[in-house]
C-alpha cells in the first residue's frame, strides 16, 4: 500500500477557494489511481474527483464539476484538490485515497482526512 497524507483544509468563507494537497509515499506512486473523496457529518462518504495514473481525464461528481479540479505530479508524489467557488455544502472531511493497477475499482490506502469548513 500507498500512505497518504492530506493538508490544506481550513476555515474560508462562502466564494473562496482552497487547495488540497496529498503527499504519497511507499509503492511507486505512477501505478495508482488517485482520488479525493469527502465525508460531510450524518452523510456518506462521496467520490468528488479522480484522476488515473496519467492525468488524463479526470473524474467528477456531477455536484462540483466546474469548480474542482484534480491534478497530480508523479515526479513529487503529490495530487492536488482546486477548490473554487465554495459552497456551505462542501463543508467535510476530505481524504485522499489510492486504488492499485491492479484493481482500480477498490481505494486501498487511505489519508487521515483534512477539514473544510464553508462559512456562509
Known amino acids: 500500500q500507498v500512505q497518504l497524507v492530506e493538508s490544506g483544509g481550513g476555515l474560508v468563507q462562502a466564494g473562496g477557494s482552497l487547495r488540497l494537497s496529498c503527499a504519497a509515499s511507499g509503492r511507486p506512486f505512477n501505478f495508482y489511481r488517485m482520488g479525493w473523496f469527502r465525508q460531510a457529518p450524518r452523510k456518506e462518504r462521496e467520490c468528488v474527483a479522480a484522476i488515473n495514473w496519467s492525468g488524463s481525464n479526470p473524474d467528477y461528481a456531477d455536484s462540483v464539476k466546474g469548480r474542482f479540479t484534480i491534478s497530480r505530479d508523479n515526479a513529487k508524489t503529490t495530487v492536488d484538490l482546486e477548490i473554487n467557488s465554495l459552497k456551505p455544502e462542501d463543508t467535510a472531511v476530505y481524504y485522499c485515497?489510492?486504488?492499485?493497477?491492479?484493481?482500480?475499482?477498490?481505494?486501498?490506502?487511505w489519508g487521515q482526512g483534512t477539514q473544510v469548513t464553508v462559512s456562509s
Open positions: 485515497a489510492a486504488a492499485p493497477a491492479s484493481n482500480l475499482g477498490v481505494w486501498t490506502s
